[in-house]
């Protein structure tokens, strides 16, 4: 079981990236999909996350009309577009999965893929 994360990088305060969360192991319908992301100084934070089923997707306020949680079952990987980025959303990005009832728990959330680090200036 793996997830491999990609598609960070360095940009402007008002530019975009797509992250990417390659998994492999299990699809990504067997499972709800989140994105934590741990910036310098604080704790991680979940900042998205849907259902296995799609029926619903939650964003953390911080990021709610800016980021997309979305996945490809082709190919079995999730995404994350962020538009508008802040310097604020400065941090590692993480991927996740969890097959916890409440798909909204962080706890929850026990497979893993490596961080990608997304650096916003000003």
């Known amino acids: 079981v793996q997830l491999q994360a990609s598609g960070g990088g360095s940009v402007q305060s008002g530019g975009s990236l797509r992250l990417s969360c390659a998994v492999s192991?299990?699809?990504?319908?067997?499972?709800?999909l989140g994105w934590f992301r741990h910036a310098p100084g604080k704790g991680r934070e979940l900042i998205s996350c849907?259902?296995?089923?799609?029926?619903?997707?939650w964003y953390a306020d911080s990021v709610q009309g800016r980021f997309t949680i979305f996945k490809d079952t082709s190919k079995n990987i999730i995404y994350l577009q962020m538009n508008n980025l802040k310097p604020e959303d400065t941090a590692a990005y993480y991927c996740?999965?969890?097959?916890?009832?409440?798909?909204?728990?962080?706890?929850?959330?026990?497979?893993w893929g490596q961080g990608t680090l997304v650096t916003v200036s000003s």
């Open positions: 849907r259902t296995r089923s799609d029926a619903d997707t």
């Open positions: 192991g299990f699809t990504v319908d067997d499972y709800s």
């Open positions: 996740a999965a969890s097959q916890n009832v409440n798909w909204r728990a962080a706890v929850g959330y026990k497979l």
